[in-house]
């Protein structure tokens, strides 16, 4: 077994042995920024385009809308352009708003200070850290002039980072998975954005990180007739040059080919045997290749904190997670870690027809936010909304080429999680545990009885009262079966789906008019032990508490767009 296995086994019993460095304070004076800062580099602005009516989010999700039929998802017919880039990386990452709200986050009191401000976004972040950088290396096919940008969010810009056609570096680190395409994004994580305050724990936030940011392209994109479908398995030494990074401090998660509008045929690639060494000729400008070697981007981002701290076992992890990064998994190889089939230990409970209402991705994305202790038990969720959300989690999936069964597409869930709900306060349901059966639409009884002491003595933090929530629901997965199916990197692709699913929990909330919150401060092995997961080898990595908040809460309204 890989090192991940004994990461994943620490993720687990943190909640009763704290990971090392045990005694770590963050320095906030001396945090880092938010994201990367390129001093000197050119830029230009994305437009701002509108998004279509028809891109709601239950066709995102393809959940009914209303009691007249279903929002069938789009077919992945159509291309993008740099209208629909522009917007699925402003409903995603660009700012939208400041936070201001009363609410029960230890931020509270540093909020209206501008210098500690935070910020909303469409997609959520563990600590609202946000550590995923987003570049952009077009080809010819783009509408300017071939290169790598890196994506501002502060700015909603494109910031150039190096000119000319360097896809071809691209598609040889991908091999077969990027061969038809000259435009790329491509997903890096700078670990001490979210280290400083994490420590070794990081490396386990920001891949949720990852599968968060892209849930929300893949929900974005599907409501448009659009597909993201990312590859996590490629040479990411050889993107990490072409990037100008060092792949110790930022590894390289994630790359989605875009189907261009327009698009040409590319190029060959790069013969493998190129070298990324060579310095570029006295006198050459930054951003340009040297002759003769592999192309890269000579800008780097200039780190705000005096001091960076390295932790041993966040570098441990992430050089196991790299060491394989090329052997991609065949179709189906994650059939021996797919979910198992739940068990009831009494009379299983039929949820109605899931339905959502007709709202637009932007505008859930938009409205989304983190409740923080504003639930209101006297409000019960409906069995309609929790069908609702309970479907749609089940439908989210990261999209890999890990997670295509053999001989069929990634269209469909990936069927590695299962979601247990505990029942606080929805109409006409007992309180309990239970989990939730996709196949057949209901709830299958694991635990009787309110669940809400249990919740709340297994919660590390003030910020919510889990007993106020209608329901707590809990995605699982088979940790040790996924590393044991595609090796340590596979560790990424877990904690995506888990972050994916997370994802589409918020939007599908928000879109229903319900309050939600997702948390890590947990006891995982009381979990384990309370629903019985050991037989399964199940983790439950993360809990969302969906319900419907007090009303008039106290709050100041500063959106931005």
Known sequence: MGYAHDYAAAIMQRGRIPMEPADFVPDWADRPRKAKY????????????????????????????????????????????????????????????????????????????????????????????????VYWVSGPSGPRTPGIHYYSAHHHAMQRLLTGEVTGEVRAALGDAGADHDQFLVLGIKYWQNSFKYNSFSFH???????????????????????????????????????????????????????????RPPLAPPPAGRTPEGEAPEGEAP????????????HTDSERSRTVL???????????????????????????????????????????????????????????????????AGRPVTPAQLAATLQACAAASLGSEAERPAGADASGPSGLVTQYAFVNHVEGVEPGAYAYDPTTHTLLPVVSGPPGPFLQRNYFLSNYNLEQAGVVIVPTI????????????????????????????????????????????????????????????????????????????????????
């Not at 007249?68 to 939208?96: C, I, K, N, V, W």
């Open 287 to 298: 951003g340009e290749e040297a002759p003769g070697a592999a192309p890269a981007v000579r």
């Open 478 to 561: 088979r940790t040790g079966a996924v590393l044991d199916a595609v090796g340590d990197r596979g560790y990424r692709l877990v904690n995506g789906a888990i972050g994916a699913v997370a994802q589409t929990f918020y939007t599908v909330a928000t879109a229903l008019g319900l309050g939600a919150g997702v948390a890590l401060g947990f006891d995982n092995i009381s979990y384990i032990e309370e629903l019985g997961l050991d037989r399964t080898g199940e983790k439950p990595l993360l809990i969302m508490l969906l319900g419907n908040e007090r009303p008039r809460p106290a709050d100041f309204r500063y959106e931005i767009v």
């Open 38 to 133: 390129y001093p000197g580099v050119e830029s230009f602005p994305l437009p701002d385009p509108d998004i279509p009516a028809h891109a709601t989010v239950a066709a995102g999700c393809a959940v009914p809308r209303g009691p007249h039929g279903a929002d069938e998802p789009a077919a992945p017919s159509q291309a993008f352009t740099l209208d629909t880039l522009s917007g699925m990386l402003r409903d995603s990452y660009g700012l939208t708003g400041r936070r201001l709200g009363v609410q029960t986050n230890t931020d509270l009191g540093a909020l209206p200070h501008y210098t500690q401000a935070n910020w909303s976004r469409g997609t959520a972040s563990g600590g609202g850290l946000y550590p995923v950088s």
């Open 310 to 376: 390295d932790f041993a076992t966040l570098r441990r992890i992430h050089t196991a997670t790299t060491e394989a990064a090329t052997d991609r998994p065949a179709p189906g190889a994650l059939a021996p870690a797919a979910a198992v089939p739940p068990r009831a230990t009494g009379t299983p409970v039929p949820l109605p027809a899931p339905e959502l209402p007709p709202v637009t991705v932007r505008d859930a994305l938009r409205e989304r936010r983190s409740s923080f202790g504003r639930f209101d």
């Open 205 to 263: 936030a920001v891949t949720m990180d990852l599968g968060a940011i892209l849930g929300t392209w893949r929900l974005w994109a599907r409501a448009q007739g659009l597909s993201v479908e990312p590859a996590l398995w490629f040479d990411e030494k050889r993107l990490s040059h072409l990037l100008g990074v060092d792949n110790e401090e930022e590894g390289i998660f994630a790359v989605v080919p875009l189907t261009w509008d327009g698009a």
